[in-house]
């Protein structure tokens, strides 16, 4: 055989052999074990116990108020009345604020305008990176509703490190901030050229109001059916409009509180694709107070989307409070009790990992 035929078959061997060495490199290795590790919790409903007992103390620790028992005896086994109207409601706007808390990140960065940021998505010229961010608040939002609907929910496949996700479901998530942000864009043409305060007075004003939300979740459930080329339903039937549904207080007390450690993932898992940092060093930055006000902004943020998609869970009307609005307008004390609740699951997960 010819030697050069010969060189260049052993450099074949050779580059394949080393692609087939080179799958994950030791760092890789460890950050898929960790995550691994994360995912494993996430499906945990002791976990979820734990992790919401220790967010509901430092949230009474944060105010500098009593911590009172984390449920009473009769709350362990009573259930709770809810509107199935509300709840349809709930499900449906996660990813609405997503997209609100999202846009608030981009545009914090780029100095854009909300509707900017909006015509980017609906016309699909959001660049990857933007995409990405605004998937995790998406599935933040999503995974936040899971336990107020079944606690047995979080043991689904899907509820998985948003760093594991099949593809389709990426798809599903990215459809729901795309249906929410034609929507908005839509509500908003009337402030399109006004300043960046103008607007974010506009969405502040839509947050807080709940025929919006009934028309935002509705608009979200029929771009669903259409995403998945089923036929849509009424959004909610006369028999839903006034049913009452039970629940277990246990399983939304630890829905409210596990909020948090939603957040936390969910933020992780971005700064991990972006950096290709370890979930344990993101972990001990939060803890050590060394993180970056980047990323603690970042993460405080999260922690607002996802108090925000529990808040009509609660109770619809819950949405009209002065704090259920855009990060842009809360105050320091606000964002402290985001951030007391990143750094209590923080703490929670590091003890783990």
């Excluded at 099949?166 to 729901?176: A, G, L, M, S, T």
């Excluded at 803890?287 to 529990?310: G, V």
Aim: aromatic residues 10%; charged residues 25%; proline residues 5%.
């Amino acid at each position: 055989m010819n030697p050069n035929k010969i060189l260049v078959l052993l450099l074949f061997v050779q580059y394949f052999a080393s692609c087939d060495t080179k799958k994950e490199s030791p760092m890789e290795e460890k950050i898929k074990m960790e995550l691994t590790t994360i995912d494993s919790l996430l499906r945990s409903e002791d976990f979820s116990l734990s992790i919401a007992k220790a967010q509901d103390t430092a949230y009474y620790k944060g105010i500098g108020e009593p911590v009172p028992p984390f449920l009473t005896p009769a709350e362990d086994t009573a259930t709770i009345a809810k509107s199935a109207r509300e709840e349809k409601i709930a499900i449906n706007i996660a990813g609405f604020y997503a997209l609100e808390c999202g846009v608030g990140v981009l545009t914090s960065q780029s100095k854009e305008k909300p509707t900017d940021w909006l015509e980017k998505i609906v016309t699909e010229k959001a660049d990857s990176s933007s995409i990405l961010l605004l998937n995790r608040f998406a599935n933040a939002t999503w995974k936040t509703g899971q336990p107020f609907r079944d606690l047995k929910r979080i043991n689904r496949a899907t509820f998985t490190v948003a760093n594991f996700l099949p593809n389709e479901e990426i798809v599903k998530d990215y459809y729901q901030i795309k249906t929410a942000a034609a929507k908005l864009l839509s509500t908003m043409q009337p402030v399109k050229d006004s300043s960046l305060d103008a607007q974010m007075k506009n969405i502040r004003s839509l947050l807080h109001s709940q025929q919006y939300a009934y028309e935002m979740a509705a608009f979200m459930d029929s771009g669903y059916y259409a995403g998945q080329k089923q036929s849509i339903p009424p959004f909610v039937s006369a028999k839903e409009d006034s049913t009452i549904i039970r629940k277990p207080v246990k399983d939304q007390k630890i829905a409210t509180n596990v909020a948090g450690f939603y957040a936390l993932e969910c933020g992780i898992n971005y700064l991990v694709a972006t950096k290709k940092i370890l979930p344990s060093a993101i972990l001990h930055s939060i803890t050590n107070n060394t993180i970056s006000p980047e990323d603690k902004n970042l993460f405080s943020r999260f922690a607002n989307a996802t108090w925000k998609a529990s808040q009509p869970f609660r109770g619809l009307n819950r949405i009209e409070r002065e704090t259920f609005t855009p990060f842009y307008f809360l105050n320091d004390a606000d964002i402290e009790k985001d951030w007391v609740q990143i750094k209590s699951a923080a703490a929670k997960v590091l003890s783990v990992l």
